[in-house]
């Protein structure tokens, strides 16, 4: 199936999109390969078992936040990176409030 390139990004990033994924017997919409991984198996296993990209993130957002708050207790400075999670950090959490609100 043909890449789909989209010109936002240099061009070493592509998606490949296939409408149609047959595996293991599931059937899935969208199968998007995101680039060549070294280790393919390993991280197909991981998406299945451990959780998707976005569930890993967030989790890892979550911890980093503890960290921060314990973190700016001890007297951090303010730095700009920091600053910067943290606003996404407070995005994501809009965007989750509105999405379990939101009638289904």
Known sequence: M???????????????????SWSMGNVSL???????SSAPD???RILDEVGSYGRQLGRIGEALSVVIDWAEKQ??????????????LEHVDVIRREEKAAPS
């Open 75 to 88: 007297g951090l400075p303010e730095h700009e990176a920091i600053a910067a999670l943290k606003l996404q």
């Open 30 to 36: 969208f199968s998007i390969n995101l680039g060549k």
């Open 42 to 44: 390993v991280e197909a």
């Open 2 to 20: 043909p890449d789909f390139k989209l010109a936002l990004a240099p061009s070493q990033l592509t998606q490949t999109i296939n409408p149609w």
